[in-house]
């Protein structure tokens, strides 16, 4: 049985196809974005708590042979999900100045946080090496400190045509380890999205909010969640 077209209307309490879970999140990514995102980074954050924070999907991470971000996917590229906003003083530099800074940053003090960033930047620039070096430098500082591990999962996908599959499987792992961690259990589901793998997106969004549904992360699984609740999923 062959996929509906995008546009087609699903019959009431039909399953969401994947061709159609695909359009569909993609115009919600475009839309939750706004206003979880660019809202929130106007208000600079700078603190731990809900109100000054926003998720940013920060990278570029398109594995060989899986690329899933032209044509007829209209998603963006695959990327880790964050649930807060880059410095204020770096967040609006080109991705190369971006890696200057914050190299320059982590040389004067070496911090998770500061790591982290720097593998983001990395990741915009397609650079999954550099990335799974400046993830593993964070990684080395803080071992139980489930984000670094998640970028180090994410950043495998750039140069390998298996690594969207490898990539999952490391997230599953995490997932087990750190039930608790929503930058875990969002990021399974958004790396799902591309394989295409609409029982464990559904399933991973659905804990994030449980986890929290007013952070960031949960805020942005739910309207996700709702996005594809009402076109049948």
Same mark, same amino acid.
């Given at each position: ?12 309490? &039909? $399953?969401?196809?994947?061709? =159609? ?17 660019? !809202?929130?980074?106007?208000?600079? $954050? ?7 924070? !926003? ?13 899933? @971000?032209?044509?007829?996917?209209? %998603? ?6 964050? $649930? ?7 967040? /609006?530099?080109? +991705? ?8 320059? &940053?982590? !040389? ?15 990741? /915009?620039?397609?650079?999954? /090496?550099?990335? +799974? ?37 490391? %997230?599953?792992?995490? &997932?087990? =380890? ?13 790396? &799902? ?21 007013? @952070?960031? %992360?949960?805020?942005? !699984? ?12």
């Amino acid at each position: 049985m062959t996929d509906p077209s995008p546009g087609a209307a699903a019959p009431r309490g &039909a $399953p969401l196809s994947s061709r =159609r879970l695909l359009t569909t999140v993609a115009v919600a990514v475009v839309a939750a974005l706004a206003v979880l995102g660019v !809202a929130s980074l106007q208000n600079d $954050p700078v603190g731990e708590g809900p109100q000054d924070q !926003a998720p940013i999907i920060a990278g570029v991470v398109t594995p060989q042979g899986q690329e899933l @971000t032209g044509g007829d996917s209209q %998603l963006p590229p695959l990327s880790i999900v964050l $649930p807060r906003a880059l410095p204020a003083n770096i967040r /609006d530099l080109p +991705a190369e100045q971006q890696v200057v800074s914050l190299r320059e &940053a982590v !040389a004067q003090q070496p911090t998770v946080r500061r790591y982290v960033d720097l593998g983001r930047a990395y990741m /915009d620039l397609a650079d999954g /090496d550099s990335a +799974a070096e400046a993830f593993g430098e964070a990684a080395k500082l803080a071992p139980s400190d489930p984000e670094p591990l998640v970028g180090l999962a994410m950043s495998r996908a750039v140069s390998s045509d298996t690594g969207l599959q490898e990539a999952g499987g490391e %997230l599953e792992s995490l &997932a087990q =380890r750190f039930p608790e961690s929503q930058v875990v259990v969002f990021n399974q589901g958004w790396l &799902a999205l591309y394989r295409p793998d609409v029982a464990t997106v559904t399933a991973s969004w659905k804990r994030t909010v449980q986890l929290g549904p007013r @952070t960031p %992360l949960g805020l942005l !699984a739910a309207d996700l969640l709702k996005q594809i609740n009402e076109a049948g999923g």
